[in-house]
């Protein structure tokens, strides 16, 4: 869960940046998911405004086919941007989403799943 101004708006860009679908919704927030082994995520209305670090980010591996810097630049194109929290040189790139989140690309590319969203075409 995160608390989050605009659950719409959060809701879009991680669905976009993960390759999940919006599948609830109602006046407190909304809920995105994958494939059954993956997490859903949930993204609730909050009226207080981010003003520290995150305490919990995720961490965008690229799978198969794509490169850090390839996920990168999508993620720049649904409207995160780079961050610099002091890092050096590491091998992940900091990135905050529109809410002012932050989360981290890693270098690491992931296997892509079987049959994703296999479970919500009938949705």
Known sequence: MFDCNDPEAAAVFWSAALGYRITERDATGVA????SS???LLFLRSAEPKSVKNRVHLDVCPV????RD???ALLEALGAVRIDIG???????????PGGNE?????????????????????
């Open 70 to 72: 390839d996920e990168v």
């Open 32 to 35: 995105v998911s994958g494939n």
């Open 87 to 97: 890092q050096s040189a590491p091998s992940w790139i900091v990135m905050a989403d």
């Open 64 to 67: 198969a086919g794509s490169t």
């Open 103 to 123: 989360f981290c690309v890693m270098d690491t590319v992931l296997p892509p799943e079987p049959d994703p969203f296999h479970d919500l075409e009938a949705r």
């Open 38 to 40: 993956a997490p859903t």
